[in-house]
């Protein structure tokens, strides 16, 4: 997405980041398995922020395009 980490991880609620951090937030939860918990302590926010933000990134993955790959 043309973003560094720092931005995705910073906190703010510019749209770019947003979308990026829906996205991190996706993936990790569905496809890597960790839990909200687990992510919303490395991000710095609650885990109902990442339930939400997962949801949103499902939809950004799937308008977009996107998948991960490693």
């Known amino acids: 997405m043309g973003m560094e980490i720092e931005q ?4 703010g609620k510019s749209p770019p ?3 990026a ?5 996706f993936w990790a939860h569905r496809k890597l398995g960790m839990t ?12 109902s922020a990442v339930s939400r933000s ?3 990134g499902e939809k ?4 977009n395009r996107f998948e991960l790959i490693g």
Do not use: D, H, P, Y
């Open 8 to 11: 995705v991880t910073a906190f």
């Open 17 to 19: 980041t947003v979308k």
């Open 21 to 25: 951090r829906s996205l991190l937030c």
């Open 36 to 47: 909200t918990i687990e992510i919303g302590k490395k991000l710095n926010i609650c885990q």
């Open 54 to 56: 997962s949801i949103r």
């Open 60 to 63: 950004i993955e799937r308008e």
